[in-house]
């Protein structure tokens, strides 16, 4: 049974950082590309970030890219987001999932765990 828990988010003011976290449990996590997804009242769910099962490769949406830092580390089954420079409108509840093969996508219907999320609030 694959278990995702997120953890980090919170209100913070503009221009702020946060770092989210993603725990994972079950099969070996080092086998499998993760990502991190986000998803905005009355949006869509979108594409932030990905990497492969090794950390080598790692994927931004454009919007993003320079501000947002994906990161794993394999030892301890944990996947990071590091946010900085956070705008209003990067406001939403924030996904970590899992894929079962090593390679990471920016779709989430390629991804087979998710889990619960976590909400950011970017607010002065």
């Known amino acids: 049974q694959v278990q995702l828990v997120e953890s980090g988010g919170g209100l913070v003011q503009p221009g702020g950082s946060l770092r989210l976290s993603c725990a994972a449990s079950?099969?070996?996590?080092?086998?499998?590309?993760m990502g991190w997804f986000r998803q905005a009242p009355g949006k869509e769910r979108e594409f932030v970030a990905a990497?492969?099962?090794?950390?080598?490769?790692?994927y931004y949406a454009d919007s993003l890219k320079g501000r947002f830092t994906i990161s794993r580390d394999n030892a301890k089954n944990t996947l990071y987001l590091q946010m900085n420079s956070l705008k209003a409108e990067d406001t939403a509840v924030y996904y970590c999932a899992r894929r079962r093969l090593s390679q990471a996508t920016v779709v989430p219907a390629h991804y087979d765990y998710w889990g619960q999320g976590t909400q950011v609030i970017v607010s002065s």
């Open positions: 079950g099969r070996t996590f080092s086998n499998y590309a």
């Open positions: 990497i492969n099962w090794s950390g080598v490769n790692t």
